[in-house]
């Protein structure tokens, strides 16, 4: 396949994340919508890795971190998510207060 198709799905993914980034009040959708975010620039960077040089493996050293990063941010998303609903009893973020002054 052409890079090109990598790419409009990548950018696709992205967008949508960015959009349900923007407009969700929901906690878990938000953490969702980062997690679609990352796997758009793992996409992106396994077709680079793939199209430039498909014999280097440096594409693919990268994505392994992201996904890494990713699970550890939603265990830490979800896990702060959890505690502020045992204290709050919602998910909506227009509630999430607890650090103002």
């Given at each position: ?6 790419l ?12 349900g ?47 890494a ?33």
């Amino acid at each position: 396949m052409q890079l090109q198709y990598f790419l409009i799905l990548a950018a696709a993914l992205f967008c949508i994340g960015i959009f349900g980034l923007i407009t969700s009040r929901n906690a878990v959708r938000v953490l969702m919508s980062i997690e679609l975010m990352l796997n758009a620039v793992n996409l992106n960077l396994m077709a680079f890795s793939n199209y430039l040089d498909a014999q280097d493996v440096k594409g693919q050293v990268f994505t392994t971190f992201v996904i890494a990063i990713a699970a550890a941010e939603a265990a830490v998303g979800l896990a702060i998510v959890l505690a502020i609903y045992r204290n709050r009893d919602t998910v909506d973020m227009e509630q999430f207060n607890l650090l103002k002054w």
